[in-house]
């Protein structure tokens, strides 16, 4: 059994229907990237899967079980955690205090702490007082996966990490990936930097206006296939 | 490439009328008629049952613009009704000035009122704003509760020099055969009622304009309709003292009614906004016609169950709530839901031709 | 001269007990968004409550407080949860309509069951005590307790605040609602916490509310008006920002009650009004936000 697994999912903003029937698969250990243009559905696949949009109950499953229709808060305690799209960080909290409401709604034992987290991004211990407004764009995504980590998540997804990052920030930033698969996580990881996302994921799938386009496994795929299924035909 | 085919090969009109609304813009006009003859048969009760009627329907009105359209939910909507009494008292009573133009002399003067306290209030936002407004009624009632000259705390009477110096009271005295009081309510009920058809008028007119498009757009989304160029600050402000000088008139004209004023009952947050915006709340806030539907059913509340005191108010303040959890949009918006009719056209439709589709 | 200095003394007291009025609103706002008009006759709800509980047990109003506090926080997590949650989002006309109808409600209700009557609090000796500071004047004790209440009670919310998780999961809410339910923070459960601790708060008002002067059903809404006043003055967002609201405002109604008896209301409102043109972000508005 996959460890995620979307059947058939769709997802509404109120009579707009950005995703139809989307079938995705998530292994234990895996890193998995959603590719696509603007627009595609990739933040709203992660959003449906975080609880922040509901969808029925079983068009997403965590070890067999439904959870399309939970909220939020009950997703977060189930060990999913996403670092949402533009860090949004707590702006009257304190970096430190970014990281700690991380574990507030599930405190499950593992390997994350707060040690952890401020040894895999140092500057966060450096600058823990501060608040995070003053911190610079690689600073705050490095916060905000950090607060995610936090919950010790058996799956992490991440929205757009590399967006707005000069390319040596971007670096640094997946530099830390290998260290979170090395704890078990699994990463789901949308991403418009194709070359980046090709480079870490095991397989790749691409979606064009809401649908699944293309799938497979990075190596397998050429430039023209993914050409075509990333602005259409 | 042929020229024709670049066009739409449907042609497009914006309509603001429909056929519901036509047919009820007739149905209006003989309402009208019936209501102004209404008081030659009538007895002198149901007239002065329906001057209530419509001073509360006018003020409902004016709060729906205020609140429904500019999205400024008011709570102090009594600072003008108060401030248009006393000006028809001041005018009367201390300048000798006739009461029927002392009226429209309370609306302008509301308005003069109205533009600096906006200045004022206006730097409090949303739900800041309702309390905001609150606190200048009650300025403004402390300060005429200092204004000695008519009654201080106390209040003051109208004389019956002053209440009897109404013009049409002597001739319809003459021509039903009636006492001056009778008299006197006919000719209160016909100001009441054109002054209550000319403020449903102004709405309509204001909200069929483009100004009324904007509005619509600020309800809908504030930021938004700056961001496309619609000066946001200037309609509120035009909508705010527009309402304040109807209300002001409305004010005027219900204490010259009443013959009688205080400070705590002119400037009542109770009797002039709460009521208020339990009229427009269950009839349905942001249209026309469910200020209408609500002034009936508090017309109809208020005549069989106020004696019940403490808990009418009980009842209202909980079919308020219940309203709100669940038909927001009033008794109106579910009637026009499931029949999809609308009598005072205010929106737009586009009409595709040969087609019946809408958008 | 004597005089104007006691109206300052006694005025910044009665700014303590705006401040007690104002950190309850001022806690509704900061969580969730709440501007709930309802806010003075709940406090009006609560005095009457401690004077039931007081005279059916034939208490102390500081014991009842203590008692009923823990019964007065599930009251308002039941309020929140069940009623005022359900009209929280991007439309303000549904707190605002609902809270005003609770306003209402909670007036008549009062006013069914314990007529027009004004009642008040009794606490035996303390009630009429005073401390005397020289120069002709004396300070009361309940007001002074008063104003020590409402630095306690400031003190505890910024503890609660600023060094609890509970606190963190606050102000994450009121940052960035979507985004604190990534936490795995119910905001449902937080806002109805919230409106616990806003009712431990309430309660603690009330209890200085009914000790100081009389009180009846109909006071409430110029107590909303008050507290209200004090937030704004104070500027949003910070609990030190409402004590002092409160006490310009306590400051403004004294002054204006020494020029004349009937100005005291009116100085106050006037002084609210005066900050609104010159600092409309109020005294003390909070760096961020």
């Not at chain 1, 460890?3 to 292994?27: H, K, S, V, W």
């Not at chain 1, 040596?168 to 990463?187: F, M, R």
């Not at chain 3, 916490?193 to 059903?217: E, K, Q, S």
Request: proline residues 4%; positive net charge.
């Amino acid at each position: 059994m996959a460890l995620l697994e979307t059947r058939n999912l769709t997802a509404f903003y109120g009579d707009f229907q950005a995703l139809y029937g989307i079938d995705t698969m998530l292994e234990r250990g895996e890193t998995i990237a959603i590719i696509g243009a603007n627009g595609a559905g990739k933040s709203t696949f992660l959003k449906t899967i975080a609880g922040l949009i509901h969808g029925a109950d079983d068009s997403v499953l965590l070890d067999g079980a439904p959870i399309g229709a939970k909220p939020a808060a009950e997703i977060v305690r189930r060990g999913i955690a996403l670092v949402p799209e533009g860090r949004r960080l707590f702006a009257s909290l304190t970096v430190e205090e970014n990281l700690l409401i991380g574990s507030y709604g599930r405190k499950a034992r593992g390997p994350w702490t707060l040690d952890r987290v401020q040894a895999l991004f140092p500057i966060l211990k450096e600058r823990r007082s501060s608040a995070t407004p003053t911190l610079s764009g690689g600073q705050q995504q490095m916060a905000a996966i950090g607060r995610a980590l936090m919950s010790n998540p058996r799956i992490l997804l991440c929205d757009e990490i590399s967006l707005g990052l000069a390319p040596i920030i971007i670096a640094d930033i997946y530099a830390s990936l290998p260290q979170i698969k090395a704890e078990g996580t699994s990463v789901v990881l949308v991403e418009q930097d194709i070359v980046q996302a090709m480079k870490v994921a095991d397989r790749v799938y691409c979606f064009q206006e809401g649908r699944l386009s293309l799938s497979g496994r990075p190596r397998d795929l050429t430039r023209e296939q993914i050409h075509r299924a990333y602005f259409g035909a | 490439m042929d020229d024709n085919a670049a066009r739409p090969t449907q042609a497009f009109r914006i309509e603001t009328a429909s056929r519901a609304s036509r047919a009820a813009a007739a149905a209006a006009c003989i309402v009208l008629l019936v209501l102004v003859l209404l008081p030659l048969v009538a007895g002198r009760n149901l007239v002065q049952d329906l001057i209530f009627l419509f001073y509360m329907l006018a003020l409902a009105q004016c709060w729906n613009l205020l609140a429904g359209y500019a999205g400024l939910i008011s709570v102090g909507q009594q600072a003008f009704v108060g401030l248009g009494g006393y000006l028809l008292f001041a005018l009367t009573l201390l300048g000798g000035v006739n009461p029927l133009l002392a009226i429209p002399i309370a609306g302008v003067v509301s308005a003069l009122f109205a533009f600096p306290t906006a200045l004022i209030v206006f730097r409090l936002r949303g739900a800041y704003f309702a309390i905001g407004s609150w606190v200048v009624a009650e300025v403004y009632r402390l300060v005429f509760a200092q204004f000695k000259p008519l009654g201080g705390g106390t209040g003051t009477s109208l004389t019956p020099a002053v209440t009897s110096s109404v013009p049409g009271i002597e001739s319809i005295k003459a021509l039903l055969d009636l006492r001056t009081p009778a008299a006197r309510d006919i000719v209160s009920y016909w100001v009441a009622l054109a002054l209550m058809t000319a403020t449903l008028g102004f709405v309509y007119l204001v909200l069929r304009s483009r100004r009324g498009l904007a509005l619509g757009a600020i309800r809908d989304h504030e930021a938004a309709a700056s961001g496309l160029g619609v000066d946001v600050y200037r309609i509120k402000l035009a909508v705010y003292v527009a309402t304040a000088a109807v209300t002001g008139m409305i004010g005027a004209l219900i204490y010259l009614q009443k013959a009688r004023i205080s400070p705590d009952a002119a400037f009542s947050v109770l009797d002039w906004t709460a009521y208020v915006i339990f009229i427009v709340v269950i009839g349905g806030i942001g249209t026309m016609e469910g200020p209408v539907i609500g002034a009936i059913i508090f017309y109809l509340m208020q005549r069989y169950l106020a004696d019940f005191g403490a808990w009418y108010l009980i009842l209202l303040g909980t079919l308020a709530i219940l309203i709100m959890l669940f038909a927001p949009k009033g008794l109106w918006g579910l009637l026009s839901e499931r029949y999809d009719v609308t009598l005072f056209s205010t929106r737009r439709r586009l009409v595709v031709d040969g087609k019946n589709g809408r958008a | 001269m004597t005089g104007w200095l006691d109206a300052l003394i006694q005025g910044a007291l009665l700014g303590g007990l705006y401040a007690l009025f104002a950190a309850g609103l001022s806690l509704m706002f900061g969580v969730m968004r709440l501007v709930n008009l309802a806010h003075g006759d709940l406090i009006v709800l609560a005095a009457f409550a401690i004077l039931v509980v007081a005279t059916k047990l034939g208490l102390d109003p500081f014991v009842a407080v203590i008692l009923a506090s823990p019964i007065l926080f599930v009251i308002g997590f039941a309020l929140q949860h069940v009623l005022l949650n359900r009209t929280l989002g991007r439309d303000l006309l549904p707190p605002l309509l609902v809270t005003f109808g609770l306003s209402i409600i909670v007036q008549n209700g009062l006013l069914q069951t314990f007529s027009a009557d004004s009642q008040r609090l009794r606490s035996g000796a303390i009630e009429t005590a005073s401390i005397p500071l020289g120069g002709g004047i004396a300070v009361g004790v309940v007001p002074l307790l008063t104003l020590l209440s409402a630095i306690a009670v400031i003190l505890v919310l910024n503890f609660i605040f600023y060094r609890t998780p509970v606190g963190r999961a606050f102000r994450a809410t009121s940052d960035d609602l979507e985004v604190a339910q990534l936490m795995g923070i119910d905001i449902n459960r937080i806002f109805a916490t919230a409106m616990g601790v806003a009712f431990v708060v309430i309660a603690i008002a009330a209890l200085f509310l009914g000790l100081r002067a009389n009180f009846d059903p109909t006071i409430g809404p110029a107590r909303l008006i008050y507290a209200f006043e004090a937030v704004i003055i104070g500027g949003l967002g910070s609990f030190w920002g409402t004590l002092a609201g409160g006490i310009v405002l306590g400051v403004a109604q004294t002054i204006g009650a020494r020029i004349d008896p009937e100005w005291q209301i009116l100085a106050g409102h006037l002084a609210f009004l005066l900050v609104l043109v010159v600092r409309p972000r109020g005294l003390f508005p909070r760096a961020l936000d």
